[in-house]
């Protein structure tokens, strides 16, 4: 199973930015799909994750701020993101876990990472 992370780039304060990741290969199901982010010497963050029900988490930082959704045709997680901080930048990574091989094997992928930098 592979990821495609695309839409990270350079914004002013208070803007918006559009993050998408797409997964391919064998997928029979996806049980979790979610963003972290991550500063170099420190911990992965979780952002937010949306689960196959529906639920969703999010980290108190972004909540009202940023909206996780996906696309279940396309294997497509999506984060909206609003109200950018300076504080929001970083390298973000998409991450989707499920089961592949008729079901028969799980597996937890990590995406290659976008930068996002949030400045005037």
């Known amino acids: 199973v592979q990821l495609q992370a695309s839409g990270g780039g350079l914004v002013q304060p208070g803007g918006s930015l559009r993050l998408s990741c797409a997964a391919s290969?064998?997928?029979?199901?996806?049980?979790?799909m979610g963003w972290y982010r991550q500063t170099p010497g420190k911990p992965r963050d979780l952002v937010a994750t949306?689960?196959?029900?529906?639920?969703?988490n999010y980290a108190d930082s972004v909540k009202g701020r940023f909206t996780i959704s996906r696309d279940n045709a396309k294997n497509t997680v999506y984060l909206q993101m609003n109200s950018l901080k300076p504080e929001d930048t970083d390298v973000y990574y998409c991450?989707?876990?499920?089961?592949?091989?008729?079901?028969?094997?799980?597996?937890?992928?990590w995406g290659q990472g976008t930068l996002v930098t949030v400045s005037s």
């Open positions: 991450n989707v876990a499920g089961t592949r091989n008729r079901g028969r094997n799980y597996f937890n992928t």
């Open positions: 290969g064998d997928i029979f199901s996806i049980s979790v």
């Open positions: 949306l689960t196959n029900g529906g639920r969703t």
